[in-house]
């Protein structure tokens, strides 16, 4: 039986990126350095973690060099330029191997990198590692991998939640910045929630999707339709500097996300009404909500248009033009929790899969919508809750704001797991 994990204290890991670009950028701040202390944090932190399947040592440091060089060189090649990211194993990465944390994938080794790996790796992010997750990204608690369960960096007792949980445990931990990640039913966003980060996906269509497991076999109809790429970070700001990396261009959208912060908005919010939640996530959402409500943005009290996976299709299409037209017609986004539950033990979970439910996630999925789970405290067992904040299509700009502004009004996104002994 794994023992809580203690308590963590960071530093320049949990710096935001912006301001550590800006280090970076003036050569205040090196990205070999930089590199050198997220290393430092997986030797010391993922053995009682297990976020990673693949530490990638040597090439960081390597890349690492190379950036500084660049810099140096006044050769500023993009928005990430030295900052060390991390990889769900879902995503092809040439050269290394592509695992989806499933046995018969654990020597499989990608000739190509997926569309969202190499815009990274254009913008001078430096792949640090490929993350750890639930097998075949067909869970929600994360516990279910070939290499073996990750844990909750509050504590291992509890569920990290699924499937994108090293991305998560990971983020919350300082062991990188940013990690590129899926979202078939929630799968980015409920891990999110358990290790009390930050998860987001984008509208249908917004991060191309290509080199996921590419040449394998066909997931089928509902996981094309449902599966969004994802991003797990510490902030609605990081959040929003890796989408302007990440971001298709085209319909008149440009990346604009994380200038668009700065832009004070009046956002109409809508409330959820039927949403399910035990005696630790209600209280903790609808502190959420006064506290933005004093925005003294337009609120009112609406449904969330809840959906399952199923297995009818017909009719998706249509319902994904028409969804702006009735849930969101007089709202620009919509809040509910983020979990139907506090986080749940491991021994609670045992073997179901989807022991913890999805039901407040899913919908968006179905739909397409933009949607991101930000921190909103803590159960009674110091395991993080989450809000989560959907919006209408192509409208990432409002669910970020919110974000945002809740963040910068509570500060819940600045609290960190703290590892007194990471070697003990």
Request: with cysteine; aromatic share 8%; glycine share 10%.
């Amino acid at each position: 039986m794994p023992k809580p994990i203690p308590a963590v204290t960071m530093e320049k890991e949990t710096t935001d990126i912006a301001t550590l670009l800006e280090g970076i950028r003036k050569q205040e701040v090196s990205p070999v350095e930089v590199v050198n202390a997220c290393l430092m944090r997986i030797e010391q932190i993922n053995p009682k973690l297990n976020a990673f399947i693949t530490v990638l040592a040597d090439q960081a440091r390597e890349d690492a060099r190379v950036a500084e060089s660049e810099i140096k060189a006044g050769k500023w090649r993009g928005p990430l330029h030295g900052i060390p990211v991390g990889i769900k194993d879902f995503y092809d990465t040439v050269g290394i191997k592509t695992t989806a944390a499933f046995e018969h994938f654990k020597d499989r080794v990608p000739r190509k990198d997926a569309v969202a790996v190499a815009k990274l790796k254009d913008a001078g992010a430096i792949i640090i590692g490929k993350m750890n997750m639930h097998r075949l990204g067909e869970g929600t608690t994360g516990i279910d991998s070939y290499f073996g369960p990750v844990r909750n960096p509050w504590n291992a007792l509890y569920i990290p939640g699924g499937s994108s949980s090293g991305s998560a445990a990971a983020v919350a931990s300082g062991m990188c910045y940013a990690t590129l990640d899926t979202d078939a039913i929630g799968s980015c966003r409920l891990p999110a929630a358990c290790c009390g980060v930050v998860g987001f996906k984008g509208t249908y269509g917004l991060i191309d999707a290509e080199g996921i497991l590419d040449g394998e076999q066909d997931p089928g109809e509902m996981i094309r339709w449902f599966a969004h790429p994802g991003i797990t970070t510490r902030s609605a700001a990081d959040t929003a500097l890796v989408l302007d990396v990440l971001a298709e261009r085209g319909e008149g959208r440009a990346a604009e996300h994380f200038r668009g912060l700065a832009k004070a908005k009046k956002v109409r919010v809508g409330v959820a009404n039927n949403f399910k939640g035990d005696r630790e996530v209600s209280p903790a959402f609808e502190n959420a909500v006064k506290i933005i409500r004093s925005f003294d943005w337009p609120t009112e009290s609406i449904g969330a248009p809840f959906r399952g996976p199923g297995g009818d299709l017909r009719y998706i299409e249509a319902d994904r033009e028409s969804i702006a037209a009735k849930t969101f017609k007089d709202v620009d986004v919509l809040l509910l929790p983020t979990t139907t539950t506090g986080v749940p033990a491991v021994k609670d979970a045992g073997a179901n899969p989807l022991a913890l439910a999805p039901e407040h996630t899913v919908f968006a999925n179905y739909y397409g919508l933009p949607a991101m789970s930000v921190p909103c405290g803590f159960d009674r067992n110091g395991l993080p809750l989450g809000l989560q904040i959907v919006g209408k299509p192509w409208d990432e700009a409002a669910v970020l704001y919110t974000a945002y502004r809740y963040e910068t009004k509570t500060g819940w996104n600045a609290k960190h797991p703290n590892f007194l002994d990471p070697r003990g």
